[in-house]
């Protein structure tokens, strides 16, 4: 998944997951507005994936 400017992403957060949508791309690094968090990588994923539009993922693998 690339980030583009205001298409929405999710990383870790405290001891949640955080989902923010991307405000600019300068040099490398991604800056964003805050969005809200979810408990779990799945509710992370799936929720990245209808804001982006993308409709519903067909599996979901956690990747670290």
């Known amino acids: 998944m690339a980030k583009t400017v205001g ?3 999710f990383t870790r957060h405290r001891r949640a997951w955080g989902i923010w949508i991307v405000e600019s ?3 490398g690094v991604t800056s964003g507005t ?3 968090d979810v408990f779990s990588y799945e ?3 799936k929720t990245t994936y209808h804001l982006n539009g993308w409709g519903e993922p067909k ?3 956690k990747k670290f």
């Open 7 to 9: 298409t929405y992403y």
């Open 59 to 61: 599996r979901i693998y």
């Open 43 to 45: 509710d992370a994923v």
């Open 25 to 27: 791309i300068i040099n």
């Open 34 to 36: 805050f969005v809200k």
